[in-house]
């Protein structure tokens, strides 16, 4: 008998077959589900973790596939996971956005491990593979909220939290770049270098010497 991961993979590479991602690169919707749940076996989640990452989307996205069904081939357990994750889509959208914040941080150690690898996924394609017509604005607002709903998830791992905020930065700065001034970019690269910073544990005044230090330079070198 095949385990549980891969009758969970196989189980919604099947659902979400024929389905691609908004992006420009109109990428196969299930490199999304493999990252998702390569992510989660990375942060060492359990096996029904891994299995509910596979399966996170199977519920919203792939009508009739419900709860139920679910808990009756791969466990109440897989099934509730998935459960926490799947959004009422009979709610406006603007809605739905506003309770994933409201809902954060009531999920379980396991759902806000798949939910901090499904918005890993969801951020860096923003800079990969952005939604055709997205502003500026636009995508910087879906990273905004992306951040909003991980920091009200109940604290897992921190690896996984670098990871989550390092892709951050990387869609922010992509965003600017592609569509933002020089100055805009610019200005991005030394907030994301002085959040870097900080991050690491380095203090205010440490970083505020560093950049100094650092422009002071490069204009030199300017000259
Ligand atoms: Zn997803």
């Known amino acids: 008998m095949l385990d549980l991961i891969t009758r969970a ?3 919604a590479r099947l659902r979400h077959a024929d389905q691609f991602r908004k992006g420009k690169t109109k990428e196969p919707y299930t490199v999304h589900l493999e990252e998702v749940a390569s ?19 199977t519920v919203e996205d792939c009508p ?24 009422d889509k009979s709610l406006e959208k603007e809605k739905r956005k506003l ?24 951020v860096l394609s923003i800079a990969n593979s952005p939604p055709l017509g997205w502003s500026l604005q636009r995508r910087l607002e ?30 922010e700065l ?12 610019q200005n991005a690269s030394l907030t994301i270098m002085e959040r870097k910073a900080l991050r690491a544990g380095a203090s205010q005044e440490q970083t505020d010497k560093f950049l100094r230090n650092l422009l002071q330079d490069s204009f030199k070198l300017d000259k």
């Open 9 to 11: 993979e196989r189980f």
């Open 39 to 57: 992510l989660v076996k990375k942060w060492r989640g359990s096996n029904e973790t891994i299995a509910a990452a596979w399966l996170h989307d």
């Open 64 to 87: 009739p596939t419900s709860i139920e069904e679910l808990k009756l081939q791969f466990g109440t357990k897989v099934a509730g996971y998935v459960e926490e994750l799947t959004d």
């Open 99 to 122: 309770l994933q914040i409201s809902n954060a941080s009531k999920k379980t150690p396991e759902a806000a491990l798949i939910k901090l690898a499904d918005k890993s996924s969801n």
């Open 142 to 171: 879906y990273i905004k909220w992306a951040r909003t709903v991980v920091g009200e998830l109940p604290r897992v791992i921190s690896l996984a939290y670098n990871e989550f905020e390092n892709r951050c930065d990387i869609a």
């Open 174 to 185: 992509q965003s600017y770049i592609e569509l933002g001034s020089l100055r805009q970019a």
